[in-house]
């Protein structure tokens, strides 16, 4: 299996507009971080997971011209502002897409985004997304052919994203509490991609303390964060990092045994 990182950045990316912070102005290229988005491939399925703001660039960085199937986390912009970039796969798969979430998310999507929701009408042109609503109601299962693993976590006071495991690889992003249930989907994986907005406290995600506590938890051979702000620079964060605990990067490839 192999994990593409297409962004690692917090919800405003970094550089962040207008800011001249020692990490916004770093010409280090691993200091810019577009809205998170990742691919998941494995054999001949390939899964995205969210649709970045920065869809369209990260497909071309990539090389990417279509996936099998999308999959949601949850419905904040940065994870879904991409969509309309989908129809270049619709032309590219001459068909609809699925779109998987869970029912909530589905719904608050389809208040912002419901013209790429209408019916397969047979043509795929630049027109519109073709996306096939698939709701997410069970724990376990098949995406593409690639059996698929949710559980729930904590982002912030009210709202839930879908942590997914993919075989030996899981992927918590905006997370900042993780059930017991959680912590058992997640036994046993070998590579976490795993939320850590920045150094301290946030009211939605995770912070670094925290996300080390939960990485001596769960024992990953490795941990890789994500999520990150414009408060994190790349050098000295991966030069204070315990062994087995790394920083993404946009464009990362992730191999997973
Ligand atoms: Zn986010
Ligand atoms: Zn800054
Ligand atoms: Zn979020």
Redesign the pocket.
């Known amino acids: 299996m192999k994990i593409r990182v297409l962004g690692c950045g917090s919800?405003a990316g970094v550089p962040l507009i207008g800011c001249k912070c020692p990490v916004c102005v770093s010409t280090h290229p691993r200091n810019k971080r577009s809205r998170v988005s990742i691919v998941v491939e494995e054999g001949p399925s390939r899964i995205l997971v969210d649709a970045s703001p920065d869809l369209r660039q990260q497909f071309l960085t990539a090389d990417l011209a279509t996936v099998d199937a999308v999959i949601i986390?949850?419905s904040?912009a940065?994870?879904v502002h991409g969509i309309d970039e989908l129809r270049s796969v619709n032309v590219h798969k001459k068909g609809p897409l699925d779109f998987w979430a869970a029912p909530e998310a589905l719904a608050e999507i389809r208040k912002r985004f419901d013209y790429a929701f209408q019916a397969p009408h047979g043509t795929y042109v630049w027109y519109a997304p073709v996306l096939v609503p698939k709701p997410i109601t069970e724990r376990r299962l098949t995406i593409a052919g690639l059996p698929v693993e949710t559980f729930w976590q904590g982002?912030?006071e009210r709202?839930n994203?879908l942590g997914l495991r993919f075989g030996r690889f899981a992927y918590s992003?905006?997370a900042k509490t993780l059930s017991e249930e959680a912590f058992a989907a997640l036994e046993g994986v070998e590579v976490w991609l795993v939320d850590c907005l920045t150094e301290q406290p946030n009211y939605?995600?995770s912070h670094l303390a925290q996300t080390l506590d939960w990485i001596a938890r769960v024992k990953p051979k490795r941990a890789i964060l994500t999520h990150m702000n414009h408060t994190v620079d790349y050098e000295s964060w991966t030069a204070r990092l315990p062994a087995g605990v790394e920083m993404a990067h946009d464009g990362m490839e992730i191999e997973v045994a």
């Open positions: 919800s986390t949850h904040h940065d994870h982002h912030g709202e994203t992003t905006d939605g995600h």
